[in-house]
């Protein structure tokens, strides 16, 4: 079964940058879509970005031209780089790989953002 692994998570302060990798056992071409979710404290999870096996992007509003999802087949990864971060992208980021419609996840990452 294929396995997940984030890595990259910390704490930074407000405005500052990090960047998370998501590695596949599997590699990548397995999947149809590759994404990051976060989920807050007492909140649900939600997508941040989304890109296909063709590289179509998809990201929430929020964070819409500060956050930047990539990936490298030749590597079995893929990043999610997040620039100007805030107190508001405080969460436990998830790597996610579809194929077809069954989800599969990573284990999480820790990102805070202090003030």
């Known amino acids: 079964q294929v396995r997940l692994v984030e890595s990259g998570g910390g704490l930074v302060q407000s405005g500052g940058s990090l960047r998370l990798s998501c590695r596949s056992s599997?590699?990548?071409?397995?999947?149809?879509?590759m994404g990051w979710y976060r989920q807050a404290p007492g909140k649900q999870r939600e997508l941040v970005a989304m890109?296909?096996?063709?590289?179509?992007?998809n990201y929430a509003d929020a964070v819409k031209g500060r956050f930047t999802i990539e990936k490298d087949n030749t590597k079995d990864m893929w990043y999610l780089q997040m620039n100007n971060l805030n107190i508001e992208d405080t969460a436990v980021y998830y790597c996610?790989?579809?194929?077809?419609?069954?989800?599969?996840w990573g284990q999480g990452t820790q990102v805070t953002v202090s003030s």
């Open positions: 996610n790989g579809r194929i077809g419609v069954i989800d599969r």
């Open positions: 890109i296909t096996s063709a590289g179509t992007t």
């Open positions: 599997m590699g990548t071409a397995i999947f149809n879509g």
